[in-house]
């Protein structure tokens, strides 16, 4: 079984900075992919950022220049920095990995989500 964690999560001003983290657990033998989607009420849910196994980060345009993704693959974690926080960032946070548990199987795996909200 594996498992991915969320926190960080919470209420923050516009223009505010908010650090999300996201742990994977369980069988794990090397991961991928792993990064952050989002799903503001009523809106399909939306890439925001992905780290691949080197370290490499690719961000959606709506969120360049204020977040930043980085990963301890040593702890199987990933960060994310969000400055200069708008009110439009306001979503449930989704952890996301590409994994294997195996030599021969690997799989898309999310995590419960973490509500980001900004407003004054």
């Known amino acids: 079984q594996v498992e991915l964690v969320e926190s960080g999560g919470g209420l923050v001003q516009p223009g505010g900075s908010l650090r999300l983290s996201c742990a994977a657990s369980g069988s794990i033998a090397s991961i991928n992919v792993m990064g952050w989607f989002r799903q503001a009420p009523g809106k399909q849910r939306e890439f925001v950022a992905h780290?691949?196994?080197?370290?490499?980060?690719v961000y959606a345009d709506s969120v360049k220049g204020r977040f930043t993704i980085s990963r301890d693959n040593a702890k199987n974690t990933v960060y994310l920095q969000m400055n200069s926080l708008k009110p439009e960032d306001t979503a449930v946070y989704y952890c996301?990995?590409?994994?294997?548990?195996?030599?021969?199987?690997?799989?898309?795996?999310w995590g419960k989500g973490t509500l980001v909200f900004v407003s004054s």
């Open positions: 780290s691949t196994i080197t370290g490499s980060g």
């Open positions: 996301n990995a590409l994994l294997a548990t195996s030599a021969l199987r690997r799989d898309n795996y």
